[in-house]
């Protein structure tokens, strides 16, 4: 009786120990929530600037842990931002930096919390700063609607969609080029003044696209090459 007693007690603690250790998933880690995105404020979108040293300003990022957020900020005269020519990281929300003149630019923000999330792009403003004798500002580089940079489409007609501003207020045209090679060189549409244009897909395969938008002076912008598959 006295061994059988030993047994069960010896049962009864290897049981405990082993619970206990089961029960421990380790500590509970709750993800890191992204901050929103920033809400551009000024330059205004399309504005003409008569100072070419301009502050930059956007409305603060929310992030839902509470983390501190700093923000980068990139200024480029291509609306793909291929050819950024200031950056700048800052814990405000303003940033200050001196531009060429007469020249049109692109800018955008991005808020990152002290655990390294990002936020998504915020929207991108346009802006051109005044050269000194200049009557006359090129049109901004077109911007893409649809379809997506890229997109798999169907169907025997796919409408291509974009758009474009002057901040002279001038009447804009656009040129359009479509092509199985990069970049595109057959002129399908000449002067038009819709900015969509619906293309037949006669065949399976890649598609390079790009306008070109003039205005009434003479001015031209030819946009970046977009594609599509088909």
């Given at each position: 009786?006295?061994?059988?007693?030993?047994?069960?007690?010896?049962?009864?603690?290897?049981?405990?120990?082993?619970?206990?250790?089961?029960?421990?998933?380790?500590?509970?880690?709750?993800?890191?929530?992204?901050p929103t995105a920033p809400l551009l404020i000024s330059p205004s979108n399309n504005l003409l600037c008569v100072e070419n040293t301009l502050t930059f300003n956007w409305n603060a990022s929310v992030d839902p842990d509470?983390?501190?957020?700093?923000?980068k900020i990139e200024i480029a005269t291509d609306n793909l931002f291929n050819n950024i020519t200031q950056f700048g990281s800052t814990p405000t929300t303003s940033f200050q930096a001196t531009?060429?003149?007469?020249?049109?630019?692109?800018?955008?923000?991005?808020?990152?919390?002290?655990?390294?999330?990002?936020?998504?792009?915020s929207s991108v403003f346009q802006l051109y700063t005044e050269n000194e004798g200049l009557t006359n500002h090129l049109p901004f580089a077109p911007e893409l609607i649809s379809p997506n940079n890229g997109e798999t489409v169907s169907g025997e007609v796919l409408t291509l969609q974009w758009e474009a501003s002057d901040v002279d207020q001038d009447d804009l045209v656009y040129d359009i080029y479509i092509d199985s090679i990069n970049p595109?060189?057959?002129?399908?549409?000449?002067?038009?003044?819709?900015?969509?244009?619906?293309?037949?897909?006669?065949?399976?395969?890649?598609?390079?696209?790009?306008?070109?938008?003039?205005?009434?002076?003479?001015?031209?912008?030819?946009?970046?090459v977009w594609y599509f598959n088909k």
């Open positions: 009786m006295k061994y059988i007693f030993r047994f069960l007690l010896l049962g009864t603690v290897i049981f405990s120990c082993s619970s206990g250790g089961s029960s421990d998933d380790g500590p509970d880690i709750t993800p890191n929530s992204v509470g983390d501190n957020i700093n923000y531009l060429s003149k007469g020249t049109a630019y692109y800018w955008r923000v991005i808020a990152t919390d002290s655990n390294n999330a990002s936020s998504d792009d595109p060189v057959t002129l399908v549409s000449e002067n038009q003044t819709e900015s969509s244009f619906d293309f037949s897909l006669s065949t399976t395969g890649s598609y390079f696209w790009k306008v070109v938008v003039k205005d009434e002076n003479g001015g031209e912008t030819a946009g970046q």
